[in-house]
């Protein structure tokens, strides 16, 4: 089972650089979100999507873009890097069936702006 | 947002029971209450959620008072593998979208 797979695992990105980290999951859920994660911060969420087509902000969502054109996949995108977006950032995702469903998370990737 | 606060840390031995407090004073009607634990370079993992009164699966029980402005997380007989970072959630998610909020955790030790 493979459940949440996050890629890359680990990226260095100068200032000023964009990417893309890549989310998918394979259980058919219709809620995915993305999660960073900074020291003695606990998880802060960026975006949210609750099924293909539609997105909305969470708490932080400054300086990223998300896009849901399938159910499986939720990539988030850094437009242009900034040191203050060093960060683990995790993807999660959960089933909108049977009431409030417990996230399932990804093991993160760890990126590192200089 | 419902805003939550627990202990930064504690401590415990093998063996011992565990209970983990999180306050959750603002929580909303239709709000839930879930536990997650993180382990070092893993994702969250689900523990247990409830609503209301008190909650047991084959791993942890959940306490929740009438009025829900708290809950409390019980770990009985805790061991090494415990060690690891509690995370109290309150919020809903289903319908109209996303609104969970993480509290910054609890770092349980787990000593011999």
């Known amino acids: 089972n493979a459940g949440v797979t996050q890629t890359p695992k680990f990226q260095v990105l100068k200032t000023g650089q964009s990417m893309t980290l890549q989310c998918a999951q394979d259980?058919?859920?219709?809620?995915m979100s993305w999660y960073r994660q900074d020291p003695g911060m606990g998880l802060r969420l960026i975006h949210y999507s609750v099924g293909a087509g539609i997105t909305d902000q969470g708490e932080v969502p400054n300086g990223y873009n998300v896009s849901r054109s399938t159910t499986e996949d939720f990539p988030l995108r850094l437009l242009s890097a900034a040191p203050s977006q060093t960060s683990v950032y995790f993807c999660?995702?959960?089933?909108?069936?049977?009431?409030?469903?417990?996230?399932?998370f990804g093991d993160g990737t760890r990126l590192s702006i200089l | 947002l419902a805003k939550t606060t627990q202990p930064i840390s504690m401590d415990s031995y093998e063996g011992q029971e565990v209970n983990i407090t999180c306050s959750h004073n603002?929580?909303?009607?239709?709000?839930?209450i879930t536990w997650y634990q993180q382990f070092p370079s893993q994702g969250p993992r689900f523990i247990i959620q409830?609503?209301?009164t008190k909650v047991t699966n084959e791993v942890a029980s959940l306490f929740i008072p009438a009025d829900r402005k708290s809950s409390t997380l019980s770990l009985p007989r805790v061991s090494l593998s415990d060690t690891a970072v509690y995370y109290c959630l309150v919020g809903l998610f289903t319908g109209g979208g996303n609104k969970l909020t993480f509290g910054t955790g609890t770092q349980l030790k787990v000593e011999l």
């Open positions: 259980m058919n859920h219709e809620y």
């Open positions: 603002n929580i909303a009607t239709n709000d839930y």
């Open positions: 999660a995702s959960s089933s909108r069936t049977g009431g409030n469903q417990p996230q399932h």
């Open positions: 409830g609503y209301k």
